[in-house]
């Protein structure tokens, strides 16, 4: 079955601090990996994608994520922290249809 | 800008009342996704339009239909709302394959008195 695991269910790190969330999906095919943010009461603003090609993707606001297809994962990194990045990550899966399956998402919490 | 826009943000609605949300795009694209998204949880797919081609997963309520009368707008209609129908209702679009990430709408939340 397709799914999406993202074990964290709340994150805090310090401004500032470096930030890794994770996500380990199922998926019968090879897979097209998203990464959404949701900040309260919004829609969802795509941070990055992978869909083939270089396992290492940069995204906006600073995001990169990381395709490891021997350990199932796409793990959304940033160096350095802003207050702003305060908001709910989604991590995403999809084949050709691009009908998106979530994960439950992980809640970050900034602290100054 | 191309976007999606969804309209009202905030719908409140009573019991039993039929409700439509509506989404419309500028993107041009292909296809029209309606997620549902209820408190603390992840979106939940449920339907979309591959152009005109209706799409419905297995687990949508029959309460919950959709029209898609051209390529720029989609609406959710739910015919009775219960109070497990309030939640943020998402509408997104994308074109197929390698080059299709969704792009989602603002929302809209739904509160069922």
């Known amino acids: 079955a397709q799914s999406v695991t993202q074990p964290d269910i709340h994150i805090t790190v310090s401004e500032g601090a470096s930030l890794e969330l994770r996500c380990n999906y199922s998926y019968g095919a090879t897979p097209y990996l998203f990464w959404y943010v949701q900040s309260p009461g919004q829609g969802l603003q795509l941070l990055l994608k992978y869909f083939s090609g270089d396992t290492l993707v940069q995204g906006i606001k600073g995001f990169e994520a990381e395709f490891k297809r021997s350990q199932s994962s796409f793990n959304l990194r940033k160096p350095s922290v802003h207050w702003s990045d305060a908001a709910e990550y989604f991590c995403a899966v999809s084949g050709a249809t691009n009908k998106l399956i979530f994960g439950t998402g992980t809640l970050l919490a900034v602290q100054p | 800008d191309a976007m999606v826009i969804q309209n009202p943000r905030y719908q409140v609605t009573q019991f039993g009342k039929p409700v439509t949300l509506s989404c419309s795009q500028t993107l041009n694209h292909n296809v029209m996704y309606w997620y549902q998204q209820k408190s603390s949880q992840a979106p939940k797919l449920l339907f979309h339009y591959y152009d005109k081609d209706f799409n419905n997963e297995a687990d949508t309520p029959d309460n919950f239909q959709s029209r898609r009368p051209n390529t720029s707008f989609c609406f959710l209609d739910i015919r009775s709302p219960g109070l497990g129908d309030a939640a943020m209702y998402l509408c997104?679009?994308?074109?197929?394959?390698?080059?299709?990430?969704?792009?989602f709408g603002q929302g809209t939340r739904l509160t069922v008195v």
């Open positions: 997104a679009t994308s074109n197929p394959g390698r080059t299709g990430s969704a792009f």
